[in-house]
């Protein structure tokens, strides 16, 4: 074998992984979404079999191109005739390769339309203020006591029940990384759909999702990144996580058949990227898992009150975020570098 051959057939390797690993950086990805891809893991649906095809060139080109390197370097005999490839040709399959490796990393788009439109437009997080207090009636002018009016019955109405934080059973803390943010969009994933269903388990067995959902005016799903990676990516992915939480407890609602479930309003919530601790500087994904775990509130529906609008639900939400001690009840020992905010639907 040649020496010569075998150095440029390893140059051109080294040379191929270096601008993979540039690529994967500069997208957030990892060598698994390669490899999921490649192996069609995600199924045969938003784009993957695109994705596979993408994944799979990049498998070729680098082929072709460690094959051209190794035979344009090669030593030949004097009397072999002289069939090696040219020069040029690992570098042209090199690049083929990388280009095919860019856009299958960028591929896989989002869940669906719907969550990219309310995502793409989500406001940032409103500055909390207090409220501006109402100027004081004049007092009144002191006139001659009047005879006392006879005594009518209270009809004043009494305030509806006051939300709560909810501790949920199901509650746990999202995959590290995901969903994935592919362009500046969450793209569909296996680790996506099975953390949603265990969230929200279709057959209900212990009731805990009844329990949350059923018979409430209201309930505000929360979601949140822990510290670790760029603001502007989990950023993004807080709002994601919060919609998609959203819309499987919407679905886990429309499967519901039951009359003595009376269905709320879901309004999802972003808290933003936690803020970064110093005694998690050094630490795993694991230890910050608390940073990244989905937060309930709720407002139980009253006995005799009638299912409020869309509008009034989201009133109610912000309102009850507006006021400090509601929010440290919320967030505990948690504190994120945003306000939390409420995802604006018609976005």
């Not at 437009?121 to 006879?150: D, H, K, Q, R, Y």
Request: hydrophobic share 45%; aromatic share 8%; charged share 15%.
């Amino acid at each position: 074998m040649s020496i010569r051959a075998l150095f440029a057939t390893t140059l051109t390797a080294a040379l191929l992984a270096a601008g993979a690993f540039v690529m994967m950086q500069a997208q957030g990805a990892t060598l698994g979404d390669f490899l999921s891809a490649l192996t069609l893991k995600g199924g045969v649906e938003n784009g993957a079999i695109l994705c596979f095809l993408l994944a799979l060139g990049a498998v070729l080109g680098a082929l072709l191109a460690l094959i051209s390197a190794f035979s344009a370097f090669r030593e030949l005999d004097e009397d072999e005739y002289d069939n090696r490839l040219p020069y040029g040709a690992a570098p042209f399959f090199g690049v083929i390769a990388l280009a095919f490796f860019w856009f299958a990393m960028g591929c896989g788009g989002g869940d669906d339309e719907t969550l990219d439109e309310s995502l793409a437009g989500a406001s940032a997080a409103p500055a909390l203020t207090a409220p501006t207090p109402e100027p004081e009636p004049p007092a009144p002018v002191l006139a001659a006591p009047e005879p006392p009016a006879p005594a009518e019955p209270e009809t004043a109405d009494l305030p509806p029940p006051a939300p709560q934080v909810e501790q949920y059973a199901h509650a746990a803390p999202w995959p590290y990384q995901y969903p994935l943010i592919r362009n500046g969009r969450a793209a569909a994933a296996s680790s996506t759909a099975a953390f949603l269903s265990g969230l929200f388990p279709d057959d209900d067995p212990s009731g805990a999702v009844s329990a949350l959902l059923c018979n409430k005016a209201w309930v505000a799903v929360a979601g949140a990144t822990s510290e670790e990676g760029p603001a502007e990516r989990n950023v993004i992915r807080a709002r994601a996580r919060a919609a998609l939480t959203a819309r499987r407890a919407e679905d886990w609602l429309s499967a519901q058949t039951s009359s003595t479930c009376t269905k709320p309003v879901i309004i999802p919530v972003t808290l933003g990227q936690h803020a970064p601790l110093l005694a998690n500087e050094n630490g795993t994904p694991g230890a910050t898992a608390y940073q990244r775990e989905p937060a309930f509130i709720s407002r139980a529906l009253d006995a005799d009150e009638t299912a409020l609008s869309a509008a009034d639900a989201r009133a109610e939400v912000r309102a009850f975020l507006n006021d400090s001690a509601n929010r440290r009840a919320i967030l505990g020992a948690r504190r994120y570098n945003q306000a939390p905010a409420l995802i604006d639907p018609g976005l």
